[in-house]
């Protein structure tokens, strides 16, 4: 893939594992499509969390973004999303940007987590996290327990809508006292 990527030290080794086993998918003609659209992967970048203020963790040198020359009608990431259609939160995974699984499974078999799994989705998104991929091997699944904060707000968001479209619901009983 013939990108220098600025990461920190401790993830160096998994990223040039993964740099190996792309290199071979590539020479051996597989995901021809995939391989073309590749622009650059990004690493290091001192910067907030988009909607946060915390601290991103390309800023802390342990996730990496792969960018694609051309994302087509398709949406890698929800903030970018989000600035032109205030329904981003409805769109099906048919219409983001995804990388092929086998490219998402060996950057996960480095011990990385992708970012297309969260609600607050970001599919080009990979971060370095062991101790899920730890975690995920003795019985826990990071797709169902792991969540941000951000995570945790929509889902809460989402459960009271669901409350309020349940007719006679607690909260609907609420809101109508008021």
């Known amino acids: 893939m013939n990108t220098r990527v600025y990461v920190h030290r401790r993830i160096s080794q998994a990223l040039e594992r993964v740099h190996i086993q ?3 998918l590539k020479r051996q ?3 021809a499509s995939f391989f073309s659209n590749y622009a650059t992967i990004y690493g290091f970048n001192w910067r907030p969390i988009e909607y946060s ?19 087509g009608k398709l949406n890698a990431y929800w903030y970018w999303e989000s600035v032109v259609n205030k329904n981003w939160f409805l769109l099906k995974k048919s219409e983001r940007w995804i990388p092929p699984d086998e490219i998402i ?5 480095e011990g990385f987590i992708w970012g297309g799994y969260w609600t607050l989705w970001d599919t080009m998104h990979f971060e ?25 707000a929509l889902l809460d968001l989402e459960r009271e809508n669901e409350m309020r479209e349940q007719p006679n619901s607690q ?6 006292k008021e």
């Open 53 to 71: 203020g915390r601290l991103s963790n390309h800023a802390l040198g342990i996730a990496v973004d792969i960018m694609a020359k051309n994302y």
């Open 128 to 152: 370095f996290k062991p101790e899920l991929k730890y975690m995920s091997e003795y019985g826990a699944n990071p797709k169902d327990r792991f969540y941000t904060d951000a995570d945790i």
């Open 29 to 31: 003609g597989s995901y």
């Open 105 to 109: 499974h060996i950057f996960e078999n």
């Open 171 to 176: 909260l609907q009983k609420e809101e109508t």
């Open 22 to 24: 792309l290199t071979k």
